[in-house]
């Protein structure tokens, strides 16, 4: 009523809504409860976090931020206010890609690392995933391969697709450059865009022609490359 106080007679609207005007006025010179001038107070601190991170925070992060600083509050609270004064974080989830999907019916492949990520010497353990990059032009896929012993980036790829070539592409740069023997090659299980690799333990055709697998000791041979077969990614 006393936003359209200016269009409409408080005595009009009082009849339409069904409510008292002298009840209308006494609540207007009602003061300002304590519980409305505290969540004003927060909202004000919730408007400068929320400015300072360029409008990236949601109510989880802004709560954080406030109880670093020593301030306690729910953060229903926070949400509630947030909500009300229009103000919403940056959401990275909506709209994510799937860069990988396990395959249900495959068989699990054996975990030869046994969830333990140490190694002893170069190119004893290698590990590889797919993540993709977001640009002005769309998505980018970016494969790479790391050598766990120095947690150093030895093959990588980008496209702007996701098919078989794009894995394929980063573990043979890795293969070229090390060259190795009775490596490892761990990834996650899952499959996606045709490709179907075990997650630790490959059986494939080597970029020769022959066919080696991972993991095995095939001296002075490269143990990886193409094809697909049974089990997981």
Request: hydrophobic share 40%.
């Amino acid at each position: 009523m006393s936003a359209h106080q200016a269009v409409f007679p408080v005595a009009v609207m009082a009849r339409v809504l069904g409510v008292s005007e002298a009840g209308f006025h006494a609540w207007r010179r009602r003061p300002v409860s304590a519980h409305a001038v505290a969540d004003a107070a927060l909202l004000k601190r919730i408007r400068t976090i929320h400015a300072g991170s360029r409008e990236t925070y949601g109510a989880p992060r802004v709560h954080a931020e406030l109880r670093a600083g020593g301030e306690k509050h729910g953060r229903k609270r926070i949400a509630r206010l947030m909500r009300a004064a229009g103000l919403i974080g940056a959401s990275r989830r909506r709209g994510t890609i799937v860069t990988t999907r396990r395959d249900k019916e495959a068989r699990p492949a054996p975990d030869l690392v046994d969830r333990d990520f140490t190694a002893l010497r170069p190119n004893q353990l290698w590990v590889a995933d797919i993540t993709f990059v977001p640009t002005a032009s769309g998505f980018l896929y970016l494969a790479v391969v790391l050598d766990a012993w120095s947690r150093k980036i030895i093959g990588w790829s980008m496209a702007n697709y996701l098919r078989t070539e794009l894995v394929l592409d980063a573990l043979e740069m890795a293969i070229g450059q090390r060259r190795p023997d009775g490596v490892i090659h761990h990834s996650d299980q899952g499959s996606h865009g045709g490709i179907n690799w075990s997650s630790q333990h490959n059986r494939e055709e080597c970029c020769d022609g022959r066919e080696t697998a991972v993991g095995s000791s095939v001296t002075g041979q490269v143990e990886v490359a193409r094809a697909a077969g049974d089990g997981a990614t």
